[in-house]
């Protein structure tokens, strides 16, 4: 079978998006994913998004990490998914439901209400999640946030020397974790401001995870250090986040669509 593919990116956060809203594929397997996403062997991105019908929402996206997982949010691909529906719309994740609007060149998304409670992260076992009593030898004390998908979040002097490479999967695979985690470590510049690095559950290293922002800002927001509203500057570019009274976070960021091209499935199968 031939299938059809637009490739896609946010921030250089790039993505492999398969449209089965219209026509159904064959069922997409963690194989699949992980040999369409090998950047020597396939077709090389950060995640597989596949679009399908939904029950509920306008349409449903699934999001599958480069080793195959299946996550439960992404935020550079829902600015990216808005770009190419190309008008305002809910979408299922498996995060939850959220809103996409394009704009100039990118999009906005409501992400929804981050959630604190240790069992909402999850964590193997209850601790405070705004000022967590452990330690990855300089990272220490940092902040537990669920945007969809769970975050850490680490505030240090200088995020750009941390040995993120090193650090990273060590925490993503800590038993703390029993579902894993994203890595943020984060460096306040003013209250309006935060530069960003991020070791993404399943992608590793990543130019920009809008997810990874929306954490990071949320809880700068928890912890007195930046306003409502602040740009997150990535490694790929900068989001804006803003988390609203009623407890939502908005981001907006860039989006584009980089090429188009078909395969063949069971050369991947």
């Known amino acids: 079978m031939r299938v059809p593919f637009i490739k896609m990116h946010g921030l250089g956060n790039d993505f492999v998006v398969l449209d089965?809203?219209?026509?159904?594929?064959?069922?997409?397997?963690?194989?699949?994913?992980?040999?369409?996403?090998?950047?020597?062997?396939?077709?090389?991105?950060?995640?597989?998004?596949?679009?399908?019908?939904?029950?509920?929402?306008?349409?449903?996206?699934?999001?599958?990490?480069?080793?195959?997982?299946?996550?439960?949010?992404?935020?550079?691909?829902?600015?990216?998914?808005?770009?190419?529906?190309?008008?305002?719309?809910?979408?299922?994740?498996?995060?939850?439901?959220?809103?996409?609007?394009?704009?100039?060149?990118?999009?906005?998304?409501?992400?929804?209400?981050p959630r604190f409670g240790w069992k909402e992260i999850p964590l193997a076992y209850a601790m405070d999640t705004l000022t967590m009593p452990v330690a990855w030898e300089p990272l220490e004390n940092p902040t537990a946030v669920n945007v969809g998908n769970p975050h850490v979040v680490f505030f240090v002097e200088n995020s750009d020397v941390v040995q993120l490479d090193r650090l990273g999967p060590e925490i993503e695979h800590d038993p703390l974790f029993p579902e894993r985690v994203n890595v943020n470590v984060a460096t306040v510049e003013r209250r309006r401001r935060i530069r960003l690095r991020v070791w993404e559950r399943g992608a590793g290293l990543t130019r920009a995870c809008g997810t990874g922002a929306c954490a990071t800002a949320v809880a700068a927001m928890r912890c007195g250090l930046v306003e409502r509203e602040v740009e997150v500057q990535l490694p790929g570019g900068t989001l804006t986040i803003?988390?609203?009274?009623?407890?939502?976070?908005?981001?907006?960021?860039?989006?584009?669509?980089?090429?188009?091209?078909?395969?063949?499935?069971?050369?991947?199968?």
């Open 20 to 113: 089965a809203r219209g026509e159904r594929l064959p069922t997409m397997t963690p194989s699949v994913a992980a040999a369409l996403a090998d950047r020597r062997t396939g077709i090389g991105c950060d995640q597989v998004i596949l679009l399908e019908p939904s029950e509920t929402a306008d349409f449903r996206m699934r999001i599958f990490n480069s080793d195959g997982g299946e996550v439960e949010a992404c935020g550079n691909a829902s600015r990216a998914v808005a770009l190419l529906h190309g008008a305002e719309a809910s979408v299922e994740t498996a995060g939850g439901t959220i809103r996409v609007q394009p704009a100039n060149g990118g999009a906005s998304v409501d992400m929804g209400v």
């Open 242 to 269: 803003a988390w609203a009274e009623d407890g939502r976070i908005t981001m907006t960021g860039p989006a584009a669509e980089a090429y188009r091209g078909s395969f063949e499935w069971d050369d991947f199968a």
